[in-house]
């Protein structure tokens, strides 16, 4: 089955820097990629997403970039923000249910 | 859209008492289904998953049981409940395949 591994655990910057978290995945048929952001006591809400026939997705200060060849995706937050502090999983899935990571706790300092 | 309505919010059981979380899904028909339980350490854990009424898969066996006996409700249960399994229990729902989970506010369980 799948096996996605995500770093790092936690990271800290100040604000207005950048954030970045990466995935690799071991299932070279998976072809779906999205990111969940969870805030403290609450369900993770999906943030973005992107397909394998995309190397690079854009919405605001959120992207994601994939490299199919290296089985790897990253998550890029540009002009970080206190309210960006959550905790970030990324997944991978084919046709089956979502694999995620085991999260990074994503913390912005004023 | 879809959302995904989850109740209790928080929830403290004794040992051995039985347990019945209910999840209901609005603005979907026929969504797949998912019970995760998430403890301290932050990792999602798939517990269950169904694709139609009836139909459930057991992603780990355990103490714990899921029915869906309605096209948008999802039930995860116990007869029994252990200290272990205390936890933040997570209904999420997909609309198709890959459109992405949408995810309940949550029910935080302590058993005590």
């Known amino acids: 089955g799948e096996n996605v591994e995500q770093h790092p655990s936690t990271l800290s910057v100040q604000e207005g820097d950048s954030a970045v978290i990466k995935c690799t995945y071991s299932?070279?048929?998976?072809?779906?990629f999205p990111w969940y952001k969870q805030e403290l006591g609450k369900g993770p809400q999906l943030i973005i997403d992107?397909?394998?026939?995309?190397g690079e997705k854009k919405d605001q200060r959120i992207a994601v970039t994939l490299n199919k060849t290296a089985k790897h995706f990253s998550l890029h937050i540009t002009e970080t923000q206190p309210e960006d502090s959550a905790v970030y999983f990324c997944a991978a899935t084919s046709y089956s249910t979502l694999t995620f990571g085991k999260g990074t706790m994503l913390l912005v300092s004023p | 859209s879809q959302t995904i309505h989850q109740w209790p919010a928080t929830l403290v059981q004794p040992v051995g008492s039985p347990l019945s979380l209910e999840c209901t899904v609005e603005?979907?028909?026929?969504?797949?289904l998912y019970w995760y339980r998430q403890a301290a350490g932050r990792g999602l854990q798939l517990l269950f998953y169904s694709v139609g009424i009836g139909q459930i898969s057991s992603e780990v066996p355990q103490n714990l049981s899921a029915s869906r006996p309605q096209d948008r409700q999802f039930i995860l249960s116990s007869k029994k409940l252990l200290l272990s399994d205390s936890g933040f229990y997570l209904c999420a729902g997909e609309p198709g395949t890959h459109y992405g989970y949408t995810f309940g506010s949550g029910t935080r369980l302590t058993v005590v």
């Open positions: 992107i397909r394998s026939n995309v």
């Open positions: 299932d070279s048929a998976s072809n779906y």
């Open positions: 603005g979907t028909s026929n969504p797949n």
